[in-house]
C-alpha cells in the first residue's frame, strides 16, 4: 500500500476531490490502529475532518463501493457455505414500531430458508432488535460464529449482535459519526450498511429503506437513492439484493417499546398477517424468497400464497419458539407473552378529546415520547427498560371521536405517563375531512 499524509487526503476532499480505494483503505486502516492500539497514521481530528469534508462535498459512488470493500476487509466473515438452504439476510434502516424482523426471520425460515441476522441496538428515537429480544427473560444475543451457525442450521433462523470482528472499522468510524454529525451521508450509510450484510455472508440480501419523519431519509426520493447506491454495492459483492422503500411517517406496528413489541410479533404470528406491519413483515419474506428462488424481484401470487400459509399455520411461530429457545430465552414467550414479559406498573390510556379524522402520528415525536419512558437510548452505552412503551390504537385515516382511545402508556410512575400524555396529545393532527389512509410499500429498487 502506498505512503500517504492524512493532511493531504483531507484537503483533497475538501477541495472536492475523490479517493481511491488504496488512499481510502489507509486512511481507515490508520484510523482503527489509533482506536484499537493508540497509535495509529491517523487521529480522531483527523478523521473526523474528513468525514466532514466529505458530508460536505460528497462521496461518488465509486467510493462508496471502495469504502465498503475496505470495510469488509478490516475483520473477519462468517461462512455460510454450510448451511442447506438458501441464505438470506435483511436490513431496516431504522424506525418506530418496526418488529419486522422478528417476523420476517421465522417466517423465511418456515420457508426452507436460513436466515442469520445480526442486529442492532436502538439509538434516540429508534428502536433496535437486540434491545426487544433481550425483553424475553433469559435471551442470549452475544453468539459465537460457531453457535450462529448450528443455530442457523437447526432452526433456520437466528438473530445476534454483530461479532467485535466483523467489520471493526465500521464500529470505529459509526462512533465517530454519530459524535461529529456526519451520519446523513447516503454513501456513509450505504457503506455501513452494506458492510455488515456482507460481511455476514449471506447469498441474498432484502433491504427496508425506511422513508419520511421518523426515517434518516426525510423523502421517498432520498430513500430511493440510498435504496439503489445499497443494491449496487451488494451486486457489485455477486450478492442476490434488492430493496423496498416502505414509509416511516407513522409508527409501523401499534405497540412501541421493547417487551410490548415481541408481544405484537407473536400476536401477529399465532393469528395472520393483518396491518401494517404484518403488510411490510410479508412483502419484505415474499421479496427475499422470490429473489433467493431465482424467480426476480416481484413476489409471485403463488410465493405469497406459500408465505400466508406458513404464517396462518402457526409454522413461523414454531420457528421463532424454536429460535427462542435455542439463544437460551424463555420459549413460553410464544404462549403467553404477557405473562412471560416485564410489565410497567402505570398504565394510562388516553383519549383523544375531540372529533374527527387522524391526519397525521409522526413517527419520530410518538417514538422520543416512547424513549423518553425509557425504551430508548441517547447514548449506546444507556441501559433501556424493557417494560415501558405505548400503545398506538389508532392510524393515519381513522375516524375518531373524543372518547376514543389514543394510546395507552406503559409507565414506571405516574409522573412519566403524565409527560407522555401531555406529548402525545400534541402530537395529534385530526381533520375534520376523511383523510385516506396513506400506502406502507412505497417503491422496489432492483
Not at 492524512?6 to 489507509?26: M, P, Q
Not at 462508496?64 to 438458501?86: K, Q
Not at 400464497?305 to 404464517?311: D, G, K, V, Y
Request: glycine share 10%.
Amino acid at each position: 500500500m502506498n505512503a500517504y499524509r492524512a493532511a493531504d487526503l483531507i484537503g483533497a476532499k475538501r477541495d472536492g476531490g475523490s479517493l481511491d480505494e488504496d488512499a481510502l483503505a489507509w486512511l481507515v486502516q490508520g484510523y482503527l490502529e489509533t482506536v484499537e492500539r493508540g497509535d495509529g497514521p491517523v487521529s480522531e481530528g483527523q478523521m473526523a475532518a474528513f468525514l466532514m469534508a466529505g458530508m460536505l462535498n460528497g462521496f461518488t459512488e465509486d467510493e462508496a463501493l471502495a469504502l465498503t470493500r475496505v470495510l469488509v476487509e478490516s475483520g473477519d466473515l462468517l461462512d455460510l457455505s454450510g448451511l442447506s438452504g438458501p441464505t438470506i439476510d435483511k436490513h431496516s434502516t431504522g424506525g418506530v414500531g418496526d418488529g419486522t424482523t422478528l417476523i420476517v426471520a421465522p417466517l423465511l425460515a418456515a420457508c426452507d430458508a436460513q436466515v442469520v441476522k445480526l442486529s442492532g441496538r436502538g439509538l434516540g428515537h429508534t428502536g433496535g432488535t437486540l434491545d426487544k429480544l433481550e425483553a424475553i427473560p433469559g435471551m442470549r444475543v452475544g453468539l459465537e460464529p460457531d453457535e450462529l451457525l448450528r443455530i442457523a442450521r437447526e432452526v433456520g433462523c437466528v438473530v445476534a449482535a454483530q461479532t467485535q470482528r466483523l467489520v471493526p472499522a465500521d464500529a470505529a468510524l459509526y462512533a465517530l459519526r454519530d459524535v461529529t454529525g456526519t451520519v446523513a451521508s447516503t454513501a456513509l450509510i450505504a457503506s455501513s450498511v452494506m458492510s455488515k450484510k456482507l460481511a455476514a455472508g449471506a447469498g441474498t440480501i432484502v433491504l427496508d429503506v425506511k422513508a419520511g419523519d421518523g426515517a434518516f431519509m426525510p423523502t421517498a426520493a432520498e430513500a430511493e437513492i440510498l435504496a439503489g447506491v445499497c443494491v449496487r454495492i451488494g451486486v457489485a459483492a455477486g450478492r442476490n439484493c434488492v430493496a423496498l422503500v416502505t414509509a416511516m411517517d407513522q409508527p409501523l406496528g401499534r405497540r412501541l417499546g421493547n417487551g410490548l413489541e415481541v408481544a405484537e410479533a407473536v400476536q401477529l404470528l399465532s393469528t395472520g398477517p393483518t396491518g401494517r406491519l404484518a403488510e411490510v413483515a410479508l412483502e419484505l419474506a415474499a421479496t427475499a424468497l422470490s429473489v433467493a428462488r431465482g424467480e426476480g424481484a416481484v413476489p409471485s401470487e403463488a410465493l405469497r400464497a406459500e408465505l400466508t400459509a406458513q404464517w396462518s399455520s402457526g409454522a413461523a411461530l414454531e420457528r421463532l419458539r424454536a429460535m427462542v429457545s435455542a439463544q437460551g430465552g424463555d420459549p413460553a414467550v410464544c404462549d403467553r407473552p404477557e405473562e412471560v414479559l416485564p410489565h410497567a406498573p402505570v398504565r394510562r390510556a388516553v383519549a383523544v378529546g375531540r372529533t374527527g379524522h387522524v391526519a397525521a402520528l409522526p413517527a419520530r415525536a410518538v417514538g422520543e415520547v416512547v424513549a423518553a419512558l425509557g425504551a430508548g437510548r441517547a447514548r449506546k452505552q444507556d441501559p433501556v427498560d424493557p417494560a415501558v412503551g405505548v400503545d398506538v390504537h389508532v392510524a393515519i385515516g381513522d375516524a375518531v371521536n373524543a372518547t376514543s382511545p389514543f394510546v395507552t402508556i406503559h409507565a414506571r410512575r405516574d409522573e412519566d405517563a403524565d409527560r407522555a400524555a401531555r406529548r402525545l396529545a400534541d402530537v395529534l393532527t385530526l381533520s375534520d375531512e376523511p383523510v385516506p389512509a396513506p400506502p406502507t410499500v412505497l417503491h422496489r429498487v432492483t
